[in-house]
């Protein structure tokens, strides 16, 4: 049974840095990502990657500030996140196994989820 921890959210100032990180010990397949969800809004892939590849995909809304990188010996998938704004605010979710790349949204897990709020 998939079982996705995440971890390393919490409340930043706008412009800020946050890293969270994600078990995937349960999880033995390649493709692992990171989705999101702010209240009211439908749920939306953040990045994307395939272990053992060089292969990332970020949505248009983070491109260019967050990070996605998997560390194999310890099993944890990371999302580093810069110059957080206003609208990152969410829940973020670990997510894994996907039929298609880029998968957007279109994971077959997902974690709990760990909260992330960017306020001043």
């Known amino acids: 049974q998939v079982h996705l921890v995440e971890s390393g959210g919490g409340s930043v100032q706008p412009g800020g840095t946050l890293r969270l990180s994600c078990d995937t010990s349960?999880?033995?397949?390649?493709?692992l990502g990171w989705l999101r969800q702010a209240p009211g809004k439908e749920r939306e892939g953040v990045a994307a990657?395939?272990?053992?590849?060089?292969?990332?995909h970020y949505g248009d809304a983070v491109q260019g500030r967050f990070t996605i990188s998997y560390d194999e010996l310890k099993n944890t998938l990371f999302l580093e996140m810069h110059s957080l704004a206003l609208e990152d605010t969410a829940m973020y979710y670990c997510?894994?196994?996907?039929?298609?790349?880029?998968?957007?949204?279109?994971?077959?897990?997902w974690g709990q989820g760990t909260q992330v709020t960017v306020s001043s």
């Open positions: 349960t999880y033995s397949g390649k493709c």
């Open positions: 997510a894994a196994e996907c039929t298609e790349w880029p998968p957007g949204k279109r994971f077959r897990y």
């Open positions: 990657t395939y272990v053992g590849g060089a292969t990332s």
